[in-house]
C-alpha cells in the first residue's frame, strides 16, 4: 500500500505530477522528484505529515496552478534543488512561498 511508505522516488520518465498524486501518505519522509517533471499539480502533497524533504532534480522549477497548495503550512519539509537553481526556485511563481525552505543538493 502507498501510504505506508517512508521513501519515494518517482520514476525518471515522468512529465506531471496531477492533483492530489502523493496527498493523505503519512509515513512519507522524502520524495524526489526527477529531472523530467515540468508540471505539478495542485495539493500534491497534501497532509504528508511526516514528509522531511522534498528533493527536486530539475534546473528548471516546473510549474504549479494557481493556487498550488503543493506543501501544506502545518508541513515544514525542507526543498532541495540543483545548486545552480537555488534562486530559480526562490522566485519562481508557486515556489517562492516557499522560499525559505529551498536548498541546495549537497
Keep these: 500500500m502507498l501510504s505506508s ?13 496531477g492533483n492530489q498524486a502523493l496527498a493523505f501518505m503519512s509515513n512519507l519522509a522524502t520524495i524526489t522528484i526527477p ?10 502533497c497534501r497532509e504528508d505529515s511526516s514528509l522531511l524533504s ?3 532534480l530539475a534546473t528548471t522549477p516546473p510549474s504549479f496552478p494557481s493556487p498550488h ?21 526562490k522566485s519562481a511563481t508557486g515556489w517562492s512561498d516557499y522560499a525559505s525552505r529551498i536548498f541546495a543538493i549537497e
Design 5 to 17: 511508505l517512508a521513501s519515494l522516488t518517482l520514476p525518471s520518465n515522468l512529465i506531471q505530477i
Design 35 to 44: 529531472a523530467s517533471v515540468t508540471t505539478i499539480g495542485v495539493s500534491v
Design 54 to 56: 522534498v528533493v527536486v
Design 69 to 89: 497548495y503543493f506543501l501544506t503550512s502545518s508541513n515544514k519539509a525542507k526543498i532541495y534543488v540543483p545548486a545552480g537553481s537555488v534562486n530559480a526556485y
